[in-house]
C-alpha cells in the first residue's frame, strides 16, 4: 500500500470505531498483565469468565501471592495450560513485590523478564495500561497484515517492523485494537467478509468473498 492508501485505511477504522477498547475485562495495570497472561491461546471470553471471580479476590500481587497457586488454580482450572499459567502468574507476582514495589513497571525489557510474559504481552500490557503507541502482533494482526498487504511479513517480528513503519504516528495508539478487531470480526480466518469491510477497496487479497 503507498503511504497515502495506508493513511486511508486506519482513517476509516478510526471513523467506524473512533475509541476501540480491548475485550479482556481488567481492574488496574496488574490484572490487565495477569489476564493477557492467562490468555495465550485462550479466548478473551473464557479468560473474563475466570478472571472475574478471581480479580475479586486478588487484584494485586500480595493478595495474588497470599491466594497461592493452588487455589489459583482452582480460578482459572477452565483455561487451557493453567497449571503452567498459575506458577507464571504467582512468580511474576513474586517478582513484582520484590523488584518493583509491587507495581506494574512502564517498561518492556523488564516486563518481558517476568515469567510468562514475552514480547506481544509486553506491548499489550504498555498500550492499554499506559497508552504506548506499541502494536502487539496476534495471529489476527499476522493474518490482517498480510492478506491487506498493509504490513506483509513471515514472521510476527517482520509484521510488527512494518507496522511501527508504516502505521501514521497519530493512529499508532489505537492501530493495536482495530487491527485486531477487524480481523476478529471482519478480516476472518476461513471466511472474510469482504463485503461489510470498510477497506475492502484499499485491500490486496485476491480471494475476496462477495454478498450472497
Not at 495495570?29 to 472475574?52: E, F, H, I, K, W
Not at 480460578?75 to 503452567?84: A, D, V, Y
Not at 513471515?154 to 497519530?170: D, G, N, Q, S
Request: aromatic letters at 6%.
Amino acid at each position: 500500500m503507498t503511504r497515502a492508501e495506508v493513511a486511508l485505511f486506519f482513517d476509516r477504522l478510526a471513523e467506524r470505531l473512533p475509541e476501540p477498547t480491548g475485550e479482556l475485562d481488567y481492574i488496574n495495570p496488574y490484572t490487565l498483565l495477569v489476564a493477557v497472561v492467562l490468555s495465550a491461546q485462550a479466548t478473551d471470553v473464557g479468560v473474563n469468565r475466570a478472571t472475574g471471580p478471581l480479580f475479586k479476590v486478588a487484584d494485586t500481587p500480595q493478595k495474588m501471592v497470599a491466594l497461592g497457586e493452588a487455589r489459583l488454580k482452582d480460578f482459572i482450572k477452565t483455561i487451557g495450560l493453567f497449571n503452567t499459567k498459575a506458577k507464571n502468574v504467582i512468580a511474576l507476582s513474586e517478582i513484582l513485590i520484590r523488584e518493583h514495589g509491587g507495581a506494574v513497571p512502564a517498561d518492556r525489557e523488564a516486563l518481558v523478564k517476568l515469567p510468562g510474559v514475552g514480547r506481544k504481552t509486553a506491548n499489550v500490557v504498555l498500550n492499554i495500561a499506559f497508552g504506548h503507541p506499541t502494536i502487539a502482533v496476534d495471529t489476527h494482526i499476522f493474518r490482517v497484515g498480510n492478506r491487506t498487504g498493509l504490513a506483509p511479513g513471515k514472521t510476527v517480528e517482520e509484521v510488527e517492523a512494518k507496522l511501527e513503519k508504516v502505521v501514521p504516528r497519530e493512529r499508532k495508539r489505537h492501530a493495536h485494537h482495530w487491527l485486531i478487531l477487524h480481523g476478529r470480526y471482519v478480516c476472518k480466518a476461513r471466511k472474510p467478509d469482504c463485503p461489510a469491510c470498510v477497506v475492502a477497496d484499499l485491500c490486496r487479497f485476491k480471494g475476496k468473498t462477495v454478498a450472497a
